[in-house]
């Protein structure tokens, strides 16, 4: 079965901390993976994708074959990343069903 | 315009009542989806249309919803008899084709009470 898990509801750090926020994924094959993010009152954007490499807002994602894991990190976290953010899958079959994880609210305290 | 639009922004209608959705994509995309998010949860893929090609279907929850799409533009999400589970935030977005790389719009919030 295809599947996109995301661990944790909730992760809080300081300001300044590392983050590193989870996600497993289930999939036979070579999926495309995808980071959005949703500020507060605003729409969901793309973040980044692991076929691009980039570093986006301090923020990387290095796609795991062997742990079948597509993390997001950065180093120190500042307050304007406090948002909820999604993992995506997208199978390589199917260029239309993006596979979301439930999320992860990000909360950065001062 | 300048990005997906989606109207109306807020919708409250009766359990049993029909209801239209509709999706505004960005000119000359030529892909369009429509996702739903339930409270708590992750967004649920329901219909992806891509050109001219037959509509996947494969994510609508029952037969009551139903989508459309004329050509490369507008598509309209119908929920007949709206039940309450089907209270959610409905999601459009568009591309020039594969995954919805980062144009959404801002969401239908369906409630049905």
């Known amino acids: 079965a295809q599947r996109v898990t995301q661990p944790e509801k909730l992760l809080s750090v300081f300001k300044g901390a590392p983050v590193e926020l989870k996600c497993n994924y289930s999939y036979s094959g070579s999926p495309e993976l995808f980071w959005y993010v949703q500020y507060s009152r605003q729409r969901l954007q793309l973040l980044l994708r692991h076929i691009s490499r980039e570093s986006i807002k301090g923020f990387t994602a290095d796609l795991n074959k062997g742990e079948t894991s597509f993390h997001l990190k950065k180093p120190f976290a500042q307050e304007e990343d406090s948002a909820m953010y999604y993992c995506a899958l997208l199978p390589v079959s199917n260029t239309g069903k993006l596979i979301f994880g439930q999320g992860t609210t990000l909360q950065v305290k001062p | 315009g300048a990005g997906v639009s989606q109207s109306p922004s807020n919708k409250v209608t009766e359990k049993g009542k029909d209801v239209e959705l509709r999706c505004d994509p960005i000119?000359?995309?030529?892909?369009l989806y429509w996702y739903r998010q339930r409270l708590g949860q992750g967004l649920e893929f329901l219909i992806y249309f891509q050109g001219n090609s037959a509509p996947d279907k494969s994510g609508l929850p029952s037969d009551r919803f139903s989508a459309e799409r004329t050509g490369e533009s507008v598509s309209t999400l119908t929920i007949q008899r709206t039940q309450q589970e089907d209270s959610a935030v409905y999601l459009c977005?568009?591309?020039?084709?594969?995954?919805?790389?980062?144009?959404f719009g801002q969401g239908t919030r369906l409630t049905v009470v």
């Open positions: 977005a568009s591309s020039l084709g594969g995954a919805p790389r980062g144009f």
């Open positions: 000119s000359g995309h030529t892909a």
